[in-house]
């Protein structure tokens, strides 16, 4: 499952989902590329009075099953303020629900539901890459400790491509594309 969030077609996201949705389908995987900003997965933000109440919406029942049914959740999207678009944070806010992603012992200790899979982070960002991966920059800590590892996912690849807004023109795509063979390699 690749799930990627930008909302400009021509963005760096596509390429690189596209990429590794190419090398995956060329090794025999079955692939299902979900884009956030398509009509098909517009959802406005969670909003409700009292959670305890709230029924399950469609789009999370669809999204659920996407994750069920994946071994792998690759996630591609660009950085900004150092964290993913909200689109993508929504996606999350949708998805990953106590009972379905988690559950509580009776003791209160943290149960995770979606062992056995894993996760790959594949960003895009405008300034230097190394500085996301810093150990205490909220972008690794969000995707790797937050959430992921929070409900049994094993994140196995993390990877930003920096500079592109810093390198404008033929030094930027140079450089995205020295990028995208790395994609490749890690599917």
């Known amino acids: 499952l690749i799930v990627k969030a930008h909302p400009s077609p021509l963005g760096h996201v596509h390429k690189i989902a596209d990429t590794y949705a190419e090398a995956k389908k060329s090794q025999g995987h079955d692939v299902t590329i979900v884009d956030l900003y398509s009509q098909e997965y517009a959802e406005e933000f969670l909003t409700f009075t009292n959670i305890r109440e709230m029924q399950t919406l469609p789009i999370q029942k669809k999204f659920e099953e996407q994750i069920t049914w994946a071994n792998e959740i690759v996630v591609v999207h660009p950085v900004w ?51 996301y991966y810093l150990p205490l920059m909220p972008l690794a800590s969000f995707w790797k400790m937050a959430l992921f590892n929070f409900v049994g996912i094993k994140v196995t690849d993390f990877k930003v491509c920096g500079n592109l807004d810093k390198w404008r023109g033929e030094r930027a795509d140079k450089h995205f594309e020295e990028f995208l063979p790395q994609i490749k390699n890690s599917a």
Do not use: C, Q, R
């Open 81 to 131: 303020w150092s964290l993913p678009p909200a689109i993508m944070k929504n996606w999350v806010d949708l998805t990953f629900w106590v009972h379905f992603a988690y559950k509580y012992s009776p003791e209160g200790k943290i149960l995770p539901l979606l062992t056995g899979k894993t996760a790959k982070v594949f960003a895009t960002a405008g300034g230097s890459s190394w500085y």
